[in-house]
């Protein structure tokens, strides 16, 4: 008889685990494909942001270039419109104003454009009242 129960009791030990094996891998096989799922997700949201990157920096470059070609025919307007137009009066010349501004602009573009000095000039930051209290002293 405890063989018996021996065998019943093995048998409903075996249908259990099958039922719980099959329950956990199906879990299992779905916890893989969302994983899948999000792995691919963020790819795909990486991939748009360079892409979105690439497209504002292109869109940077092509208004810069804009930009730059709408300052030079201003630029070809007001001189232009100076040189063939000498008589005419100031107020009645619309770039008039602007001559001596875009003159100005181009002066500061062009310093602009010199290479930047690694080292200051003087005492700068932190250091600077430390000399002055070190300095005054030696005066006194």
Known sequence: MTWVYALLIFAAGAIVGAFGARLGNQSLKQQKELKKELDKSKYEL???????????????????????????????????????????????????????????????TSSIQDQPRDYASGATGLLKDEAERVEEPKAS
Do not use: G, W
């Open 46 to 108: 990486e991939q748009f942001r360079q892409e979105l990157v690439d497209h504002f920096a292109s869109s940077s470059e092509l208004l810069d270039n804009i930009a730059k070609d709408y300052s030079k025919l201003y630029e070809h307007m007001a001189k232009t419109s100076s040189e063939l137009m000498p008589n005419l009066p100031e107020q009645d010349n619309p770039f008039s104003r602007r001559i001596s501004s875009l003159e100005a602009v181009h002066t500061a």
